[in-house]
């Protein structure tokens, strides 16, 4: 079985200060692991995926997620937030099927 | 430049209606998904198709039906519509497959059950 926890529901910053979403995830295989982003009354658009080539994977928008098996983490990060960074986020583990997390809605503050 | 389509951005019906979602996709993908979207609880899996005429249960298949009579096309249909249908729906689409196939996803249908 898998599944995936997304640590906050809400997470809120100031532009210009850095970003970090939090995911945990669980697997009995080598789970493919995945961040999407929503706009709102948007679809879904892929930010990045870890395809087990590296543990840092860095992605669209300055985005980058770092795989820590150890700790079953898949946290996504960026060093500075942007106006257009406001969105809800998804966090999905994939070992057969996509599991989707809640959600994160990130607001960012001028 | 790769597109999911969906046959409406917003829809509203009456309790007892049949709704048919249409999805239409253009990158000649084997997989085509059905999700719906609810605060938070994420994205949960109606149905998927691996290939045409083909289907299988996702998470909360119950009161939905598919239909794939084409590789492009994949239809949802609500056969009565209830008023704990009221939901964001979204279809994708993929590469056959597990692994690091990512999914393509529609703009998403807003369907309100009145």
């Known amino acids: 079985a898998q599944s995936v926890t997304q640590l906050d529901s809400h997470v809120s910053v100031s532009e210009g200060t850095p970003v970090l979403l939090r995911c945990n995830y669980s697997s009995s295989y080598s789970p493919s692991l995945f961040w999407y982003v929503q706009h709102p009354n948007k679809g879904l658009q892929l930010l990045l995926k870890?395809?087990?080539?590296?543990?840092l994977v860095k992605g669209i928008n300055g985005f980058e997620a770092e795989f820590k098996k150890s700790e079953t983490s898949f946290h996504l990060t960026k060093p500075s937030a942007h106006m257009s960074d406001a969105a809800e986020y998804f966090c999905v583990v994939r070992s057969g099927d996509m599991r989707f997390g809640a959600g994160t809605r990130l607001t960012v503050k001028p | 430049d790769v597109k999911v389509t969906q046959s409406s951005r917003y829809l509203v019906k009456r309790t007892g209606e049949k709704v048919f979602l249409e999805c239409v996709q253009d990158?000649?993908?084997?997989?085509m998904f059905w999700y719906r979207q609810d605060p938070g609880l994420g994205l949960r899996l109606i149905y998927f198709?691996?290939?045409?005429?083909?289907?299988e249960k996702g998470d909360i298949p119950e009161g939905y039906s598919v239909s794939r009579e084409k590789k492009e096309r994949f239809s949802l249909i609500l056969e009565s519509a209830s008023t704990n249908q009221t939901s964001m729906y979204l279809c994708?689409?993929?590469?056959f497959g597990t692994g690091y196939n990512e999914q393509f996803f529609g703009p998403g249908t807003r369907l309100t059950v009145l």
């Open positions: 870890y395809t087990s080539a590296a543990t």
């Open positions: 994708a689409s993929s590469f």
């Open positions: 198709s691996y290939d045409v005429k083909m289907k």
């Open positions: 990158m000649d993908h084997e997989n």
